[in-house]
T-cell receptor, first 113, second 116 residues
Framework: AQTVTQSQPEMSVQEAETVTLSCTYD???????LFWYKQPPSRQMILVIR??????QNATENRFSVNFQKAAKSFSLKISDSQLGDAAMYFC??????????FGKGITLSVRP | KAGVTQTPRYLIKTRGQQVTLSCSPI?????VSWYQQTPGQGLQFLFE???????NKGNFPGRFSGRQFSNSRSEMNVSTLELGDSALYLC???????????????FGPGTRLTVL
């Protein structure tokens, strides 16, 4: 079975600074996708960024980028120029052949003004 | 295009009762997945429906069931409610085309169920 681990329950970052959220996963599949989802206090899950395992290039979406290390099964999210609106819970997630999403426990990110 | 809608948004039930939650997917989406979110267990996959058929199922007891209608709307039912069923129930819809291409899951706002 696939597992996703987020070992840091909370992180804090100063506005305009950069923060990196860590995630590791375990799978025996070779073809899969990885995601970071944001869940603000409204509880609406929002897809931040996704990475396809067969692509070596790290995904980037504006201020958000990932560091995908396939051999190490590591998938971290970097948020640059942090904004107050980035404060939320962030979930790392995995999907493989069965198309179901497996989530990590999440990390609460706070942004200090 | 309207997003995924879930009704009701909040629900309070007592132990032993049953509850039905509804999810209307984005127009054109044929796959609906359900997730349970609790502080202790996090986000856990319940089941997925596609073309009125259950395609995947998570590790939940038989008290949790679902169905999908011909218009892709889905309902999930929990019978004989327990205190531990208190959670945020999220549904997500996607196109779920054939082949290996992953289709993004779009989440609804969730139904907050409280069991007293």
């Amino acid at each position: 079975a696939q597992t996703v681990t987020q070992s840091q329950p909370e992180m804090s970052v100063q506005e305009a600074e950069t923060v990196t959220l860590s995630c590791t996963y375990d799978t025996s599949e070779s073809d899969y996708y990885l995601f970071w989802y944001k869940q603000p206090p409204s509880r609406q899950m929002i897809l931040v960024i996704r990475q396809e395992a067969y692509k070596q290039q790290n995904a980037t979406e504006n201020r958000f980028s990932v560091n995908f290390q396939k051999a190490a099964k590591s998938f971290s999210l970097k948020i640059s120029d942090s904004q107050l609106g980035d404060a939320a819970m962030y979930f790392c997630a995995y999907t493989g052949a069965n198309s179901k999403l497996t989530f990590g426990k999440g990390i609460t990110l706070s942004v200090r003004p | 295009k309207a997003g995924v809608t879930q009704t009701p948004r909040y629900l309070i039930k007592t132990r032993g009762q049953q509850v039905t939650l509804s999810c209307s997917p984005i127009s054109g989406h044929r796959s609906v997945s359900w997730y349970q979110q609790t502080p202790g267990q996090g986000l856990q996959f319940l089941f997925e429906y596609f073309s009125e058929t259950q395609r995947n199922k998570g590790n939940f007891p038989g008290r949790f069931s679902g169905r999908q209608f011909s218009n892709s709307r889905s309902e999930m039912n929990v019978s004989t409610l327990e205190l531990g069923d208190s959670a945020l129930y999220l549904c997500a819809s996607s196109l779920r085309t054939s082949g290996r291409t992953y289709n993004e899951q779009f989440f609804g706002p969730g139904t907050r169920l409280t069991v007293l």
